[in-house]
């Protein structure tokens, strides 16, 4: 397999004593905590629309008025996405087809390479084997989206995201590897995280890795979490395509 072939190994190995990325009872919270998160932006927009109606802003309303309103939009918009994105992964798709894994596993961290370099994280990837799995191509493209962005959401600045994909056992495995305590990297300084917009981005996080687990579990698969003193990994696992028996 390559130079990941003892990593991957190793990530199967484990497959009995990881704990899945998301369980059901999780699931539900998260849909509950949305619908909260989703209440807070609305309530705010309707309070700024009726105080420019009432009049209360005179002679209009402010430039940051405005621009408050449309981050509210904006954030009702987002959460309505991931809801809708959500509720989707329980209705059936278009067609399953045959797809190289990897390949869409590559063009998933190429589109967020820059989130990584502007967030001080490293990101390496690395893929050698044809892993051609069965599943529907826009949400399992959608899914894989959404895990390399989790595992970028959990990194800190100076940490790295390794990202490693092969066949084992008849098993299409990735696995996504953030390693902790590995200093400043290039000279990128943290900057300090309002309490809300952390909480907010920890939100994200959890709304995409559900849907990333929903979308692997109706291809036949599994997405498990494992934390370590130094690392943190997620571990996705799917069935080989029978083409490729």
């Known amino acids: 397999m390559g130079a990941n072939a003892g990593s991957i190994t190793a990530a199967v190995a484990a497959a009995g004593t990881a704990a899945s990325a998301l369980n059901e009872s999780e699931r539900r919270q998260l849909v509950a905590e949305l619908f909260h998160a989703l209440s ?42 991931g809801i809708r994105e959500l509720v989707e992964t329980v209705t059936p798709g ?16 190429l589109d967020l390479v820059p989130v990584a370099e502007s967030a001080g994280i490293q990101l390496r990837f690395h893929a050698p ?44 495995v990735v696995l996504l590897t953030v390693s902790r305590n590995t200093g400043a990297a290039n ?3 943290a900057w300090p995280e309002v ?3 952390k909480k907010k ?13 929903r979308t692997f579990e109706a291809a036949g698969g599994s997405l498990y979490a494992d934390e370590g003193e130094s690392c943190w990994r997620l571990r996705l696992q799917l069935p080989l395509a029978a083409t490729a028996s």
Do not use: K, W
């Open 187 to 189: 000279g990128v300084v």
């Open 129 to 172: 084997d044809a892993c051609p799995v069965l599943a529907e191509p826009r949400r399992l493209r959608q899914a894989l989206f959404y895990l390399v962005e989790s595992a970028l959401a959990a990194a800190e600045v100076g940490e790295s995201v390794q990202i490693e994909a092969g066949v084992r056992d008849r098993q299409a």
């Open 40 to 81: 807070q932006p609305l309530t705010a927009l309707r309070c700024s629309l009726e105080m420019a109606l009432s009049g209360r802003f005179a002679p209009g309303p402010s430039q940051e008025n405005l621009r408050l309103a449309l981050e509210h939009a904006e954030q009702i918009a987002r959460l309505a996405t």
């Open 201 to 213: 981005r920890e939100l994200g996080r959890r709304l995409g890795l559900a849907i990333a687990s």
């Open 94 to 109: 278009s067609p399953s087809v045959v797809i190289n894994l990897e390949t869409s596993l590559g063009e998933a961290v």
């Open 195 to 197: 309490a809300g917009e």
